[in-house]
Antibody
Framework: QLQLQESGPGLVKPSETLSLTCTVS??????????WGWIRQPPGKGLEWIGS???????YYNPSLKSRVTISIDTSRNQFSLKLSSVTAADTTIYYC?????????????WGQGTLVTVSS | DIHMTQSPSSLSASVGDRVTITCRAS??????LNWYQRKPGKAPKLLIY???SLQSGVPSRFTGSGSGTDFTLTISSLQPEDFATYYC?????????FGQGTKLEIK
């Protein structure tokens, strides 16, 4: 059974870079049927897709965040990571990682439980 | 960008009730519409993909329908474990976008 778990600092200072890692267990991150994505929930809003990566390193991002986002993958560790630069209080929220089907249906399942990141000095 | 609007934002219902949640897209998304359930402190769960396909392991009381811009999620007979927040997501184009959520509460 595929499982995902987010990890990383829960507190980041304004203007610094948020870094999170998602560890995949119960399956290979090199699966050709999967992309791997990051999603968050901005305060008072619905869920927001941040971006996704394929095991070969191909990435695509939400244009609203693209200038600040980098997603990378480490197949040897079965992990993928998110970096979000120049954070502000508006980036305080729960961040989720999820498997995304590589079919054109682009649904997300399963998800990690989420990790709360607070941006504060 | 495609904007997704859910209604209602919250809903009170009783065990055994039939409930329907609506999701509207700002432009046609064919049938590229997925539904998720989220409970506090738990991982969101895919319920339905491609408008009406039930994800493996999801009870058959959940059904989805629609096409184009208007979609619905129906729970035929609410069970205690169904009280949660539900989100729709369009997967037609980048950026993939979600509705703001519908919180289903016990009456």
């Amino acid at each position: 059974q595929l499982q995902l778990q987010e990890s990383g600092p829960g507190l980041v200072k304004p203007s610094e870079t948020l870094s999170l890692t998602c560890t995949v267990s119960g399956g290979s991150i090199s699966s050709t049927s999967s992309y791997w994505g990051w999603i968050r929930q901005p305060p008072g809003k619905g869920l927001e897709w941040i971006g996704s990566i394929y095991y070969g390193g191909n990435t695509y991002y939400n244009p609203s965040l693209k200038s600040r986002v980098t997603i990378s993958i480490d197949t040897s560790r079965n992990q993928f990571s998110l970096k979000l630069s120049s954070v502000t209080a508006a980036d305080t929220t729960i961040y989720y990682c999820a498997r995304q089907t590589s079919s054109n249906l682009n649904w997300f399942d399963p998800w990690g439980q989420g990790t709360l990141v607070t941006v504060s000095s | 960008d495609i904007h997704m609007t859910q209604s209602p934002s919250s809903l009170s219902a009783s065990v055994g009730d039939r409930v329907t949640i609506t999701c509207r897209a700002s432009q046609s998304i064919s049938t590229y519409l997925n539904w998720y359930q989220r409970k506090p402190g738990k991982a969101p769960k895919l319920l339905i993909y491609a408008t009406s396909s039930l994800q493996s392991g999801v009870p058959s009381r959940f059904t989805g329908s629609g096409s184009g811009t208007d979609f619905t999620l129906t729970i035929s007979s609410l069970q205690p474990e169904d009280f949660a927040t539900y989100y729709c997501q369009q997967s037609y184009s980048n950026p993939y976008s979600f509705g703001q959520g519908t919180k289903l509460e016990i009456k």
